[in-house]
């Protein structure tokens, strides 16, 4: 059973910094790209960044470019996204996502983060 677990969210003041961390367990992780999303209230959800099995590509929404960086411990099973330079905009519930062996996608249940003007 796949199970990916967010934690780290919490209310910051517009410039600061959050690390939030997704545990994974029922995958095999070193062989499986990761990704943050985010969705704010009534919006819907989109892509924050990716990052294959081995760390070595990367991917981020333009919105967080040079603010969030991705990366991943494959022996903790953990991936990390490190948000720095935060804005109102970033507030939202961000999710862990990942993909089974039959490529059916896997979801957590998300972390709150609120970001204070």
């Known amino acids: 059973q796949v199970q990916l677990v967010e934690s780290g969210g919490g209310l910051v003041q517009h410039g600061g910094s959050l690390r939030l961390s997704c545990a994974a367990s029922?995958?095999?992780?070193?062989?499986?790209?990761m990704g943050w999303y985010r969705q704010a209230p009534g919006e819907q959800r989109e892509l924050v960044a990716t990052?294959?099995?081995?760390?070595?590509?990367?991917n981020y929404a333009d919105s967080v470019k040079g603010r969030f960086t991705i990366s991943r411990d494959n022996a903790k099973n953990t991936v990390y996204l490190q948000m720095n330079s935060l804005k109102p905009e970033d507030t939202a519930v961000y999710y862990c996502k990942t993909h089974d062996i039959t490529g059916r996608d896997h979801w957590g249940k998300g972390t709150l983060v609120t970001v204070s003007s």
């Open positions: 990052i294959t099995p081995r760390g070595a590509s990367t």
């Open positions: 029922g995958i095999i992780f070193s062989i499986n790209t």
